[in-house]
């Protein structure tokens, strides 16, 4: 049954990631203008995140473990880092751009995502070691590096993918309403370890939400917290992981 839900995803977005470069529209933009890259620049760097997040799940369905779970988390946070990292340095320095400020970003920021992470933090260790100090002590490092990709890393990841570098250039191709749905959906889609749920709610919450508030705020710090926070809940709701 997994592989027909894998199989109807990767159709989905092959679809979708084709529609969006094919089109030819110009649809003239008046948020963050100064972005000059088009959305063919972008998906090879979203299909490798697709890539990573589906060998992921792959590995963890067929060797089930807390462990294994753990060890590709890492893996798969680091290399989309680096190939995010990359795709961005490359795209703005062919354009001629340095400043972050393309999609919103300012240098305060970083402290904005610090005190908030700094808060979660404090609140979960706080109940996993009133639950148990001993469970609390075996896996604190496991607990401290999970939190800090659901918390910190995949929120920024995710963000400067999907609103930083893409739904701009897809509102030039489609509109700004269009364009919404589209990522909104390209980003369910990707998680392909979600059920139909979580992906409803991906799609209206980090997907809808977060391009409202990107294009209302002019700031990705705003819907990235708003990411940071959802996931913050979810650690809540999943705190036995480490138990």
């Known amino acids: 049954m997994e592989i027909y839900f894998f199989l109807t995803k990767i159709i989905l977005i092959s679809a979708i990631t084709l529609l969006l470069k094919i089109k030819r529209r110009n649809i003239e933009v008046k948020y963050f203008p100064q972005q000059k890259w088009s959305i063919r620049e972008v998906l090879p760097v979203y299909w490798v995140f697709v890539f990573i997040s589906l060998i992921s799940v792959i590995l963890y369905k067929t060797h ?31 354009r001629r751009i340095s400043s972050l400020g393309v999609i919103g970003a300012k240098s305060s920021d970083i402290y904005w995502i610090l005190l908030f992470t700094t808060i979660q933090f404090s609140v979960l260790s706080i109940i996993l070691y009133s639950r148990n ?7 604190v490092f496991g607990m401290l590096g999970h939190f800090s990709i659901t918390l ?26 269009k364009s919404a749905v589209l990522i909104s959906l390209l980003q369910a889609l990707s998680h392909f370890n979600h059920s139909s749920i979580e992906m409803v709610i991906n799609f ?9 508030l990107y294009i209302k705020s002019k700031r ?16 809540l709701r999943d705190i036995k992981f480490f138990g």
Do not use: Q
């Open 64 to 94: 089930s473990s807390v462990r294994l779970y753990i060890f590709t988390s890492y893996i798969s946070t680091l290399l989309a880092g680096f190939v995010l990292f990359f795709a961005v340095k490359k795209i703005m320095g062919k």
């Open 152 to 177: 910190i890393f995949w929120p920024i990841i995710e963000s400067v993918l999907y609103l930083g570098m893409m739904f701009i250039p897809a509102i030039r191709i489609v509109g700004l309403v």
């Open 204 to 212: 209206a919450l980090f997907g809808l939400m977060g391009c409202y």
């Open 220 to 235: 990705i710090i705003v819907p990235l917290l708003l990411h940071s926070a959802i996931n913050f809940f979810v650690l």
């Open 133 to 139: 100090s001993i469970e609390y002590d075996n896996h």
